[in-house]
């Protein structure tokens, strides 16, 4: 983690110009007031790039742009967005009267910064997983028009040891997570109506019993004809990390 955050202040020094992703999701659950003071310090601009906009109502989209200054949503999968955060750098740069412009890339573990960055290059050019942690080092990426992105290692906060929050916005894998069904009905919780609209069923307030309906309807079942709720649980977290569950505002 340490070295993490040395690549991370590196990246603050050398770019002009920073962009902080987040997951459209969850937009203030991936923020990092830890870059965000850091970037704050160093005088440089920030811009919010909100990832999976494609995973959220445009209703949600309208209402969360005028609580963030300086943020753009964009869905690197769907190539939205793309060109007017291409427009929002080249703003950002011509105040600063820079031509060759460096823009440094943070944010927390798998929310899109290596997919953010394919997008604007337009072609393949940095190596993506849906697994966390896949980036391990700097990498510089020429988009074109002059600019330069630096993809960096995703970072947590230095106090954060929230699990379940790790765990919903995919900075722990699904695989290892020891308490599947916890952070699965904390998710139902927390997006009230998601997940039972992603698998066409009913919303009741139990959440435990959804799991088990959830689990009798994909036939995962254990010994006695018991529903496997932890296998339901993982196969939420999956379809949450991989974007098949959508946002329901």
């Known amino acids: 983690m340490a070295?993490?955050?040395?690549?991370?202040?590196?990246?603050?020094?050398?770019?002009?110009?920073?962009?902080?992703?987040?997951?459209?999701?969850?937009?203030?659950?991936?923020?990092?007031?830890?870059?965000?003071d850091k970037v704050?310090?160093?005088?440089?601009?920030?811009?919010?790039?909100?990832?999976?906009?494609?995973?959220?109502?445009?209703?949600?989209?309208?209402?969360?742009?005028?609580?963030?200054?300086?943020?753009?949503?964009?869905?690197?999968?769907?190539?939205?967005?793309?060109?007017?955060?291409?427009?929002?750098?080249?703003?950002?740069?011509?105040?600063l009267k820079i031509d060759e412009i460096k823009v440094g890339v943070l944010g927390y573990p798998n929310v899109g910064k290596s997919s953010i960055i394919n997008a604007l290059k337009g072609k393949g050019s940095t190596p993506t997983s849906s697994v966390s942690g896949y980036t391990k080092a700097l990498q510089n990426v020429n988009v074109g028009g002059k600019i330069t992105l630096i993809d960096t290692p995703g970072v947590i906060p230095y106090k954060e040891h929230d699990g379940v929050k790790h765990n919903m916005?995919?900075?722990?894998?699904?695989?290892?997570?020891?308490?599947?069904?916890?952070?699965?009905?904390?998710?139902?919780?927390e997006f009230p109506g998601s997940i039972e609209q992603c698998y066409g069923m009913e919303i009741i307030d139990d959440k435990e019993e959804t799991l088990e309906l959830i689990a009798k309807k994909f036939n995962m079942?254990?010994?006695?004809?018991?529903?496997?709720?932890?296998?339901?649980?993982?196969?939420?977290?999956?379809?949450?990390q991989t974007g098949k569950i959508k946002h329901k505002s």
């Not at 002009?16 to 923020?31: P, Q």
């Not at 609580?67 to 060109?83: C, D, Q, R």
């Not at 079942?221 to 949450?240: C, F, H, Q, S, T």
């Open 3 to 36: 070295n993490f955050w040395d690549l991370v202040n590196k990246v603050i020094r050398n770019a002009d110009i920073l962009l902080l992703v987040l997951d459209s999701r969850m937009a203030e659950s991936t923020r990092n007031l830890e870059i965000e």
């Open 40 to 95: 704050a310090q160093s005088g440089k601009p920030l811009i919010y790039v909100l990832n999976k906009c494609d995973l959220v109502d445009k209703e949600y989209i309208e209402k969360y742009k005028k609580t963030l200054p300086n943020s753009i949503f964009v869905s690197a999968k769907e190539h939205l967005g793309t060109t007017k955060l291409r427009q929002k750098i080249f703003i950002n740069a011509s105040r």
């Open 169 to 189: 916005i995919a900075t722990i894998d699904h695989i290892k997570e020891k308490d599947p069904d916890v952070v699965a009905q904390k998710l139902m919780q």
């Open 221 to 240: 079942m254990l010994k006695g004809n018991e529903p496997d709720v932890m296998r339901a649980a993982r196969k939420i977290l999956y379809d949450w």
